[in-house]
């Protein structure tokens, strides 16, 4: 865990990191997280292979919950 997302874990409450390409989409849906926290680590988020299901996870839920992004290129 690189410096950034440790501090962002010092201050939450409780946190549940989950890999990019096993987003909980449903447990999203029902209201099972109350904020976000996107960190994509090493690579390019302009690559659609690469950040793609980050990007459908923020087309889908940036009106309903609260998204930080930690190093997004």
Not at 38 to 44: F, I, M
């Amino acid at each position: 865990m690189d410096y950034k997302r440790y501090k962002v874990w010092q201050l939450a409450d409780e946190v549940e990191v989950v890999r990019y390409t096993a987003v909980p989409v449903e447990r999203l849906r029902q209201g099972d997280f109350t904020h976000v926290v996107l960190s994509p680590g090493p690579g390019n988020p302009m690559d659609p292979a690469y950040f793609g299901p980050t990007a459908r996870l923020i087309e889908d839920f940036y009106q309903t919950i609260p998204m930080l992004g930690i190093c997004l290129g």
